[in-house]
């Protein structure tokens, strides 16, 4: 996936980032479903823009959910 427009990789380095933020905001353990799904969005946002194993964060945010 490495040809991707530089106003692209922004909007989904923005789009991934607001993720992270909402991931915070249902709180695993209250809203897991929900949860759960913002992860996989902000997992496909990564991949796509190529950051899925350089975001730092790793499976610690993945195991929180499972």
């Given at each position: 996936m490495g040809d991707i427009r530089r106003e692209d990789r922004e909007r989904l380095e923005y789009v991934?980032?607001?993720?992270g933020e909402l991931r915070?905001?249902?709180d695993a353990e209250r809203?897991?479903?929900?949860?759960?799904?913002i992860e996989m969005a902000s997992?496909?946002?990564n991949e796509i823009t190529g950051k899925?194993?350089?975001?730092g964060r790793g499976g610690s945010d993945r195991d929180a959910v499972a």
């Open positions: 991934g980032a607001m993720l915070r905001m249902t809203y897991p479903m929900l949860t759960f799904l997992l496909e946002a899925e194993n350089r975001s």
